[in-house]
């Protein structure tokens, strides 16, 4: 069973940075894949970034180039940098590991809350 914990969720004004971070625990391998969704109230879960163990990296289509993933592949960590945060980036951060490329489960860490205001 893959645990996930996140953090470095919290306030940040408008144009502010954020580093999120996520750590796995319970694999012995190398996940598939690391990633990170968010879902703002009332809207879909969407993605944000994800980063297989192969190198491939997708962004959601909103990232723009604000968005920066990194994971460290033998410790099962995973962390984003945002840059130029604004109001509608106030979401609640969702980490996601995906074991294998075969799985047909996936793992969600309890979420992160991010709020840009001024």
């Known amino acids: 069973q893959v645990q996930l914990v996140e953090s470095g969720g919290g306030w940040v004004q408008p144009g502010g940075s954020l580093r999120l971070s996520c750590a796995a625990s319970g694999s012995s391998f190398t996940l598939y894949a690391l990633g990170w969704y968010r879902q703002a109230p009332g809207k879909q879960r969407e993605l944000v970034a994800i980063h297989t163990s192969g190198g491939r990296i997708n962004y959601g289509d909103f990232v723009k180039g604000r968005v920066t993933i990194s994971r460290g592949m033998a410790d099962n960590t995973v962390w984003i940098i945002m840059k130029n945060l604004q109001p509608e980036d106030t979401a609640v951060y969702y980490c996601?590991?995906?074991?294998?490329?075969?799985?047909?489960?996936?793992?969600w860490g309890q979420g992160t809350q991010v709020t840009v205001s001024s």
């Open positions: 996601n590991a995906v074991p294998t490329s075969e799985a047909s489960d996936d793992y």
